[in-house]
């Protein structure tokens, strides 16, 4: 057996957790439709001018990624 199955099958249980937990979503949209929001920013402006304004753009968009979610 290869060394990724043997990974795979000793962290199954981390992996496969929407198998166990079904209020776990199989896919992974709200993740990438949260990162997504972060590369239009990239993309229009070209970079954030200071590490403390990208950490800042974060932070307000998790709040209200998490707002619109609840």
Sequence with gaps: ????QK???KHRVYLLTFLYHHEVPAH????E????NIKV???VSGMFKSTKGAQNYAIMRSITDTCKKN
Excluded: D, H, V, Y
Excluded at 1 to 4: A, K, P
Excluded at 28 to 31: D, G, R
């Design 1 to 4: 057996m290869i060394t990724f």
């Design 33 to 36: 439709q949260a990162i997504r």
């Design 7 to 9: 990974r795979i099958i």
């Design 41 to 43: 920013k990239l993309k």
């Design 28 to 31: 992974n949209n709200s993740s």
